[in-house]
């Protein structure tokens, strides 16, 4: 959420910003600073009725005691009640749309990214080499089918299409990842969290997807509860909302946390034709990692988490490049993201495989978490960012790809071996 100061007093420069985002959010900000406009004359007259209906309370009684008439008064009185009650469901409507609409500005991409969309985005650094292969590679959907990792027929039969089971070695293969990206975060002192996959509303706000991408997420009907729950995208959604509505000190930043959890995605639409198996589905498996930083440190904190991501993906022996997206490509929640995308042969192209994103204050004003500084009086708004420690849907393809054999089988990566009880080598 943006600061409304900042945007009452800087609208053109808010607007011309986002447009570096390719949004056009003129009419909601000058609405936005007549709504504001509007709430504040609205309470301020609700304050003025109310305290005119205390006078008037007040005098009652001493009239009464005197034997005087009270009947013009409580007339009086009662035209005050309506009055307040009128401004007060005024007020009511006014903050809802003033709300919805504050809520619904993006995130002011930072001055150094470049305006435009994906077209716009810049390979700032690669890794390794592509693979070439002497003989004619197979894609990852024939190789985890022909060395039964994967099963995907029976999958669809157990939840429709855009799901898969691992089985067997694909199975132990997605462990023993998930096992060295979790072993990798708890030595670089990251501490590890088990959410719920369940999460109420208020989670989904404060991360930023409610209330514009509320329909993206996969809702949960409870009959004994009528709270609004919905199961979790991504485990960022989740631990950005641990320290909501609480005021930390200096010395408690940062915080440093990640979380495995399964995701959940709608992905509405058709799938492109190279999107066939794992690259997207309805649910996968991640790492993500948050951080809570002093606004100060968390350009540092954003530079760190690249490098822990980078790591994790040159441990797999992968060749990958690291993208700073353009301001129209970050999403509406965040100011900065650099992507890791992921060389994936049958592809012939990248995909992302992480994304490492700042936030800055955005969250944290949205989820009110503040902290205080030693000696201060007042509380500042803390900043977050979040990064993928690694998603695995796009890994284990990847993985099964650079690394197949002539004969059909894949060769494990070192790092991955010792989860595997020493396996070098996936065969029939």
Not at 34 to 63: F, H, V
Not at 273 to 300: A, C, I, W
Not at 302 to 319: D, N, P, R, T, Y
Not at 412 to 422: A, I, S
Request: charged content about 30%; overall charge negative; glycine content about 6%.
């Amino acid at each position: 959420m943006l600061d409304i100061r900042y945007i009452k007093e800087n609208p053109e420069e808010v607007i011309a910003r986002a447009a570096k985002k390719l949004k056009d959010v003129r009419e909601d900000v000058y609405r936005l600073i007549e709504l504001d406009a509007s709430r504040r004359a609205l309470i301020a007259k609700g304050d003025e009725l109310k305290a005119e209906q205390n006078r008037a309370s007040k005098l009652i009684p001493q009239m009464k005691k005197k034997g005087e008439d009270t009947t013009e008064l409580l007339a009086k009185m009662k035209e005050i009640s309506a009055a307040a009650a009128a401004a007060d469901a005024e007020l009511r409507e006014v903050e809802a749309e003033y709300s919805v609409t504050l809520l619904g500005l993006p995130n002011l991409p930072d001055d150094d990214l470049v305006a435009g969309g994906k077209e716009a985005n810049e390979p700032i650094r690669y890794y390794g080499e592509p693979h070439k292969f002497d003989f004619e590679p197979k894609d990852h959907v024939e190789l985890c089918e022909s060395l039964g990792l994967i099963d995907y027929s029976r999958s669809a039969k157990l939840a429709g299409n855009g799901f898969w089971i691992y089985k067997g070695m694909g199975a132990r293969l997605e462990w023993a990842l998930l096992n060295y990206f979790i072993d990798t975060h708890v030595a670089d002192g990251y501490e590890m969290i088990l959410p719920p996959h369940m999460l109420l509303e208020e989670c989904g706000v404060t991360a930023g997807q409610f209330p514009k991408y509320k329909d993206e997420v996969y809702h949960i009907a409870n009959p004994t509860d009528d709270r609004f729950r919905f199961m979790l995208p991504t485990a960022e959604t989740a631990l950005v909302s641990l320290h909501r509505d609480e005021i930390l000190s200096e010395k408690d930043l940062p915080k440093k946390y990640f979380a495995y959890t399964p995701c959940f995605r709608r992905e509405a639409g058709s799938y492109r034709s190279d999107e066939r198996g794992m690259v997207r589905g309805h649910q996968f498996n991640k790492v993500e990692m948050v951080q809570y930083t002093l606004p100060e440190k968390s350009d540092e904190a954003f530079e760190e988490m690249v490098g822990k991501a980078e790591v994790l993906v040159k441990g797999l022996g992968f060749h990958f490049r690291t993208v700073k997206l353009a301001a129209g490509d970050c999403s509406d929640l965040m100011a900065r993201t650099y992507d890791i995308e992921i060389h994936i042969p049958s592809m012939n192209g990248y995909k992302e495989v992480s994304s490492v994103s700042n936030a800055r204050d955005f969250q944290a004003r949205r989820g009110r978490m503040r902290f205080k500084r030693e000696g201060a009086d007042k509380t500042e708004f803390l900043h977050t960012l979040n990064g993928s420690g690694l998603a695995t849907s796009r890994i284990f393809p990847a993985l099964v790809e650079q690394n197949q054999r002539k004969d059909g089988s894949v060769v494990v990566p070192e790092v991955l071996r010792k989860y595997l009880g020493g396996i070098e080598l996936l065969t029939k």
